[in-house]
């Protein structure tokens, strides 16, 4: 059973608009959340995280957006730009024995045309 | 620079053999993570070491073996046991315990039973 779910597998967008990716997870113990930018084999990049008692991140042209109640998040790109065209994971964690174990949800590839 | 450095990048392996992936790390970071990326999947966890000569399995380690014999190496084993093991690999660090600052991961091993 997927713990955190990205239901959209591909999201394309002019360049310039926004770029919303959304996330959904199923477990309250999660407290802490997470964004990565993966290019083709290459390793995930650290893109930008949200604790459990915020409800908003924001760092340059990426915001993310946290809903505890609805255990949804969401990232903003704003404006997109064509090297923003990646899959980007979505991450929840909780503590386990001293340490964060992310989950990963399936990634979702965004696309932004110029 | 510090990094995760993972070799070789691309691995080709005969049916019924083991086959050892390396990761190196210069960064550091107590504990070290090996993910398993199939397409359409998200990243699923193998194992984990949070210190020295200890590691912890993780959702799918069954076919794996790991060692930490020192902080900044991981190598993961692949033995004939582990049925499908066609998939990129991927290994990561991170400061134990502190979710804040996300994982830096490795550029991927791509690994081809043939």
């Known amino acids: 059973d997927q713990q955190v779910k990205q239901n959209s597998p591909s999201l394309s967008v002019q360049e310039g608009r926004i770029s919303i990716l959304n996330c959904d997870y199923t477990n309250s113990m999660f407290d802490y959340f997470l964004w990565y930018k993966k290019y083709p084999a290459e390793g995930p990049t650290f893109l930008i995280s949200i604790s459990s008692i915020k409800d908003k991140n924001e760092d340059g042209r990426f915001t993310v957006f946290l809903n505890k109640s609805a255990k949804h998040l969401s990232l903003h790109i704003v404006p997109s730009q064509p090297g923003d065209s990646a899959v980007y994971f979505c991450?929840?964690?909780?503590?386990?024995?001293?340490?964060?174990?992310?989950?990963f949800g399936r990634g979702t590839s965004l696309i932004v045309h110029p | 620079d510090g990094g995760i450095t993972q070799s070789p990048k691309y691995l080709f392996r005969k049916e019924g053999q083991n086959v050892t992936l390396s990761c190196e790390q210069n960064?550091?970071?107590?504990?070290m993570y090996w993910y398993r990326q199939d397409p359409g999947q998200g990243l699923r966890l193998i194992y984990y070491?949070?210190?020295?000569?200890?590691?912890q399995k993780g959702d799918i380690a069954e076919g794996y073996s790991v060692s930490r014999e020192k902080k900044e190496s991981f190598p993961l084993t692949v033995t004939s046991a582990q049925k499908n093991p066609t998939a990129f690999y991927l290994c990561a660090s991170t400061i134990g315990g502190a979710a804040s600052y996300g994982y830096t991961f490795g550029s991927g091993t791509r690994l081809t039973v043939v």
């Open positions: 991450a929840a964690s909780a503590r386990t024995g001293g340490s964060y174990i992310p989950t």
């Open positions: 070491s949070q210190i020295v000569n200890d590691f």
């Open positions: 960064l550091n970071h107590d504990a």
